[in-house]
């Protein structure tokens, strides 16, 4: 069974640093890109880029790009989003998901649960 | 980057309404584009994908069509669980874009 599980929510204060994550399981990790959406409270969905994981390749959305940093380590089949600077406006639910691929790329299928961060004084 | 505008942006419908919902591509996608359906607090849930492709396991009343670049999904006989929150996302090209969401309510 294909699964995604995110990390837990996170409560931190503005200027400190996050790494969330997010592991596959039940299917070839390096075969599948892993995308990040963002939901800010009460808004609609948002894509931040994605990562393919067998060879680490990276795209980013230029609303997004220089703010996070997407990575994943294969040994443990788990992509990551961090930030090094936390702004209040970063406080939102974030979600991963894969990228399948039958013949051609599709949207993806398989979705993380979420993490919610949230980031107050 | 190519928009995806959505509309309408909510309705009111009853059980057994037929709805449909709209996205429109600021440039050509191919059929790169998928329909999901989210409750609160929960994450999307796929319900079409290459534009007409339904996903295994949902309903046969959602269906989903492309003309050009505009894009429909239809609920042919809308149910009482059918009350969410639909968006769509076209991944033709980078940076993906989502369409701005459509909430669907009770009458």
């Known amino acids: 069974e294909v699964q995604l599980v995110q990390s837990g929510a996170e409560v931190k204060k503005p200027g400190e640093s996050l790494k969330i994550s997010c592991q596959g399981s039940g299917y070839s990790f390096t075969s599948y890109w892993i995308g990040w959406v963002r939901q800010m409270p009460g808004k609609g969905l948002e894509w931040m880029g994605i990562i393919y994981p067998g060879d680490s390749d990276t795209k980013y959305s230029p609303s997004f790009q220089g703010q996070v940093t997407i990575s994943a380590d294969k040994s443990i089949t788990t992509a990551y989003l961090q930030w090094s600077s936390l702004k209040a406006s970063d406080t939102a639910m974030y979600y991963c998901?894969?990228?399948?691929?039958?013949?051609?790329?599709?949207?993806?299928?398989?979705w993380g649960q979420g993490t919610l961060v949230t980031v107050s004084s | 980057d190519i928009q995806m505008t959505q509309s309408p942006s909510s309705l009111s419908a009853s059980v057994g309404d037929r709805v449909t919902i709209t996205c429109r591509a600021s440039q050509g996608i191919r059929n790169d584009l998928g329909w999901y359906q989210q409750k609160p607090g929960k994450a999307p849930k796929r319900l079409i994908y290459?534009?007409?492709s339904l996903q295994s396991g949902v309903p046969s009343r959602f269906s989903g069509s492309a003309s050009g670049t505009e894009f429909t999904l239809t609920i042919s006989s809308l149910q009482p669980e059918d009350f969410a929150t639909y968006y769509c996302?076209?991944?033709?090209?980078?940076?993906?874009?989502f369409g701005q969401g459509t909430k669907v309510e009770i009458k």
């Open positions: 290459a534009a007409s």
């Open positions: 996302l076209q991944h033709n090209s980078y940076p993906w874009t």
């Open positions: 998901a894969r990228r399948p691929f039958d013949g051609s790329y599709l949207s993806p299928d398989y």
